[in-house]
C-alpha cells in the first residue's frame, strides 16, 4: 500500500481514530491498537473541578500515536481560534481538527467560519486539517488557503449512514492537491472501504467503532477494511457492466 | 466580601485566593501536568504556572483533554 | 473469526474463488494464494482435440484448495445433472455448484429447473451448492431439498455491479438453515464486506479478481475485506441514525 | 399517452388498485373513481356467518371497473386453482390475479407453485396476470406458458420500500413480449413514475393509498404520477452525465 | 394543492423552468405552456454585434410568466452583483436567480460569494433566490440574511443524475423558514416528484425538459409528477416497513 | 345425535337439515346474489341454488368476493 | 488615429464615432427594446439612451436576454 | 468409406478404429490423467479406458476441468 503524507508526515495507516463515546479509557485504548491507527483525534474540554482526577490522555502512548486536537464545541472562527491556541500550548504539535458546529443538532460544519479560521491558523503556523461539507467549491478554497487536507463528511456525524454524499466526494478527490479525509458517518467496514476505492486518501471513524457491541473487533475489522478498499483502488478495479460477462468459458459446451 | 476567583465560569469563594496559579491546581487536586490554563483570557505555558500570581476576581479557565471525534 | 462449515467440512476462509477469466493459469494460482481462499470453483468443457495439452488443473494445489466443479453451461435440469455426474468421476469429490442458465445473455439461473437437478443430485450424493436469484422461497426449498447452501446473485454475473438484491437477500439470511454464499455481481470489495455485514456465510468472487490490472493484490483486498465484513457482523455494529450523534462530549465547552 | 392493451383488452390508465386495508367501502369507492383506474384487484373469502350482511362488491361500479380476482391466501398451486374457479363461478368474467404464496410473514411468490398453476389455468382459459418475484427467467417461462403478463415484485408486499428490484425489472422488461405490471412495494408516486420510466407497461397499487392520511388525495397522486412516468418514457429522456452541462449559454458572458 | 407563496406573491405552480438548450425558441414556448409554471429562468449575455436580431424574450408571455434572471456565467460575488443590476435595468421586476459558480466544469455554486452577494442584493431590494450545494448551515445564513428561498442542488446542473443530496436537502427542509426549491439534476418526473414528497416546495427543471426528444412531452410530464408529489406530500405518506403487510385479509382462508 | 352440515369449516347443527342451498342461505340470511358456493367440494352455479340438495353431513363452503391487493 | 469604441469587449472604430447610445444602436441594427447597456461601467436606462453622449475611447456594454437555467 | 468415430461432436475418420479408449488418447496426444470420457453416454472410469474397446460409429467426449466460476 502506497504510504499517505499529510503535511511530510509518513502514515503507514489510513486509518485515523476518534476517541470519543468509549466505555472506559482502557477499551479506547485497546481499540486504538486494534485499528492500527497512527493518529487519534482528541476534544479539549473544561476540567470538572468536582472530579479532577480523569485524565484520557495518559491511555495513549503518544510515541505511537499523533494527537489531533480538535475544536469540537466551536460555534464560530473565533471560538475555534481560542481552542486551536490552547491546544497548542497544551500538546508539544501543532496539528489541528479544524470543526466549526453552530447547529447542535446535526452538528453540521459552518463553510465560511470555517474558511475564515483556516486561513488565520494556517498563518499562525497550524497544520490544519478541517472537517467540511461535502462541497468542491470549499474544499478548493481551504487547499488553496494552505491547509492540510480536506475533511469532507460522508453523511451526519454519528449517524451511521454510510457515504450519503458519493457525487460530491467524487468531484473534491478529483480536484483535490491535498489529501481527502472522508470524515463523519461512517458506519460499518464497507463505507470505510467504499470511500478508499473511491480514491480517498484516508477515512477518520469513531463512532461505529465506540459504540458497537465488540470495540475491539470493529477496530480491527475497519483496519482490514480500509487496507483493501486501499489496495483494490491501487489494483485498479474493472468497471461496471450492464449485461453479464460469464466467468466460465462459452464455448466447448457439452452437447449433442 | 470573600475575595473570588471565577474558575471555568464559575464564580469560587477563597478565604485567601492562592497565590500562584499552581498553588490553585493544588488546592484543587488538580494534576497540572494534564492541564493548559488561561487566566484572564491569556494562556499561560505549563512552566509558568507557578510564577503566575493570582489575585481576586481574575478568571481562569482550566482545561483538559478528554476522549473526543 | 467463527470457522464456516458447509456439509460437516470447516473452512478458515468465507471468501471462495473462481477460476475463469485469468489471463495466464500463473496468475490465477498466485491470486488463488494471495485471496486465502479454501475453495474454488472450476468449469467442465470439451478436449480442444486441436490443442489437448493444456491443463489448469495442474496449478491447482488440491492439498490446499478444495474443487468445486461447476455445471456452467447446463441449459437445464439433464444437462447439469450429465456435468454433474461427469464431474465426479473425474475427481475424488462429490461437491458441486449447480448452475442452469438457460438464457446466453444476462445468464440468471433458472429456478425450476435448478430445483428439479437439485433434488436428483442431492438423492445421488452430491454436496449441492445451487446458484439462485434472490428468491427467499425458492432458496426455502432448496434447503428443504437438501442442498449444502444457497447462492443467490447479488447482481447479474460478471457485471461488478455489487448487491442489487438486498432486501432479498436479507430476508433469505434470515430464514435459512443452511450456509447463505452470495454469488455473481460483487465487484469491488466493499460489496463484498457488505454481503458479510448482512450476516451471509460467504461470498464468491471472480470476475472482479480475474479482470483487475492487478489481480493478486485484488485477491488480496477481497480477503481482507471478507475478514472485515464479517468482524463486523461479529462485532456488532451500532444501528443507522437519522439525526447526528456527537463523537466528541457535549458538555465542558469553553465558554464565557 | 399510447394505450396499454392485455388480453386485447383497451386500457387508458396504467395504474390498477387493490381494494384492501380501506377503512370502509366508502372512501375506497372514492379512491378508485380518484385513481382513475379501469381494474381493481378483489380476493375471495368465507362469508362470516356471523354477520353476513356485509357486501364490499356493491361499492364497485362494475361497469367502469374490470374485477380482477386474485387468489390471495393461497399455499401452493392446487388452492390457488380452487380459488381461481370459484372466483370465475362468482364473476363473468375469466381474469385473474395468480398469487401463491406460502409464506405468510413476507408473502413472496412461490416460482413453482405459480408457473404450474399458471399453466393449468391458461389451458381452462382463464386470463392470468401472475405475481412472481423479480425473476427474468419465470417471468420468460410465464409469458410461454400463455399468461396476459407478467407482474413481478418492486419490494415486499404493503412495505412501501418502493423499487428494490430495479436490475431485474429492467431485464425482465427488456425481455418480456406481454405487458409487465410492477406489484407490490410502491409507496410513493415517484416509485410508481420511476417504474414507468423504466419501460413498465402499468403498475399496481393498493397500501400505499389505502393507508395514507387522506386516500382519495394519494389515489390522485399516483394517478397523476403514472400518466408523468409514462409520458417521460415516451418523450424519450436524455441521459445521465457524470459531469456537469450548463443550462445557461457559456459564451458571451460580460468580462472586462 | 396548498398555494406557493415567494416574497408575497402566489404561484399555483410548484414548477419552475428553465430556457436554455431548447433547439427553438417556439419549442421552448410551447414548453412552457405546457409545464403549466408561473416562473421561467432567463440568463444576460452580450448582444453579438455580428447577429443583433435574435430575442429569445419576444417568445415569453410576461403577463403569464413571471421572468427570474439568473447571474449565470458569475465567478464571485462582484460579478453576480454587477448582473443583478443589469438584469433589474433590464426590466420591470427586482427578481433574481444568484448563481455564483466559479469553477466552469462542475458549474458549483460557491458558498462564500453567494453568501456575500445576497447579502449585499437583498440591501438593494432585490428578491433572492440563490442556488447553493446541499448545506444546511449555508441555506440557514442565507435566509437569516434575508433571500427569498434557498435552492439546494440536488446534482450537478445537467447531469440528470437526480436527487444524490436526499441528506442534506431532508435537514435543509426540516430548518427552513423560506421556501426550499430543488434545483439542478432532476433528470426525470420521478425526481421531481421525489423532491416534493420530501417537503421541497417547488422544483427548478430545464436541462430534462429542454433536452428530451419530445421536450412538450416531458414537459408535461414534470407537471404532473409535480402535483403528483406535492399531493402525496399533502396526503401524508404511510411509512416504509422492514417486513410484508397482506393488502388481502389474512383470515377467512378457504381451508379443509 | 342432530343432524349437520359443515359450513365454511365449522359444524353447524339443525333440527333439520335445510332442503335446498337456497334454504340454507334464507336461514343464514345471506344474500345469495353475493355469495359462491362449494358443495363437497363441487362449485354450484347461483341458478342450482334452489335445485341442490342438502343431507345431514354435507360440506358447504360460502365465499365471497372481500378487499384486496 | 480613428476615433474607437470598446464594444462588449472589442475595439470598434468609426469615421466619427456616434454621437448618443440610441445612435450607436441604430448602426448596429440593435433594437433598443431588447437590450440594458453600460457606458463606461454605468448602467444607462433605456429612456436615457437618447441623450447619452458616447466619446472616443468610451466603453460599451450591449446586453440582453438569453436562454438560462 | 473409412471407419469414423464422433469425438466431441465432430466426426473424425481413422484407417482402423483405435481398439481401445487408452489407444485414441495416446493418438489424440491428451493426457488421460486429465480427462474424463464418455463412450456412447455412459462414463468412463479412468482405470478402465484401457479395457474399453471402440468400434465404428462410437460416440465419445472428451472432457477437462478449464478455469470457471
Same mark, same amino acid.
Given at each position: 500500500m502506497k504510504k499517505l503524507i499529510i503535511a511530510n508526515k509518513e502514515f503507514n495507516s489510513r486509518l485515523f481514530i476518534g476517541?470519543?463515546?468509549?466505555? #472506559?479509557n482502557e477499551i479506547m485504548a485497546k481499540s486504538i491498537e486494534a485499528s492500527g491507527t497512527e493518529m487519534v483525534t482528541v476534544a479539549l474540554r473544561r476540567v470538572d473541578i468536582q472530579n479532577p482526577?480523569?485524565?484520557?490522555?495518559?491511555? &495513549?502512548?503518544r510515541k505511537k500515536y499523533l494527537l489531533l486536537p480538535n475544536t469540537s464545541g466551536a460555534r464560530n472562527a473565533d471560538e475555534a481560534i481560542r481552542l486551536a491556541r490552547l491546544a497548542r500550548a497544551a500538546t508539544d504539535i501543532n496539528w489541528l481538527k479544524l470543526e466549526v458546529t453552530p447547529? !447542535?443538532?446535526?452538528?453540521l460544519p459552518d463553510p465560511v467560519e470555517t474558511l475564515k479560521a483556516a486561513q488565520i491558523l494556517v498563518k499562525e503556523g497550524f497544520v490544519v486539517l478541517p472537517y467540511i461539507n461535502a462541497d468542491p467549491i470549499l474544499a478548493k478554497k481551504l487547499q488553496d488557503a494552505g491547509t492540510a487536507t480536506v475533511m469532507p463528511l460522508a #453523511? !451526519? &456525524?454519528? #449517524?451511521?449512514?454510510? &457515504?450519503?454524499?458519493r457525487v460530491a466526494i467524487e468531484i473534491i478527490i478529483s480536484q483535490a492537491s491535498v489529501p481527502v479525509v472522508v470524515d463523519a458517518g461512517l458506519g460499518l467496514p464497507s463505507h470505510a472501504a467504499e470511500a478508499m476505492e473511491m480514491g480517498a486518501d484516508a477515512v477518520l471513524v469513531n463512532t461505529a467503532i465506540a459504540t458497537a457491541n465488540d470495540p475491539l473487533k470493529m477496530a480491527n475489522a475497519f483496519k482490514l477494511a480500509v487496507q483493501a478498499g486501499r489496495d483494490a483502488f491501487e489494483a485498479g478495479a474493472a468497471g461496471v457492466k450492464n449485461q453479464a460477462d460469464a466467468s466460465s468459458p462459452l464455448t466447448g459446451f457439452l452437447r449433442d | 466580601m470573600m475575595p473570588t476567583l471565577k474558575i471555568n465560569g464559575e464564580d469560587k469563594n477563597f478565604e485567601?485566593? !492562592?497565590?500562584?496559579l499552581k498553588n490553585l491546581l493544588e488546592i484543587l487536586k488538580v494534576?497540572?501536568?494534564?492541564v493548559v490554563a488561561e487566566v484572564n483570557g491569556n494562556i499561560i505555558p505549563r512552566n509558568s504556572f507557578n510564577n503566575t500570581a493570582l489575585h481576586d476576581g481574575f478568571k481562569i479557565e482550566l482545561i483538559r483533554f478528554v476522549g473526543g471525534g
Open positions: 476517541t470519543g463515546k468509549y466505555s #472506559s482526577q480523569d485524565n484520557m490522555l495518559a491511555a &495513549i502512548d447547529d !447542535p443538532y446535526y452538528l #453523511s !451526519p &456525524i454519528g #449517524s451511521n449512514q454510510g &457515504i450519503k454524499t | 485567601n485566593v !492562592p497565590s500562584t494534576d497540572e501536568a494534564t
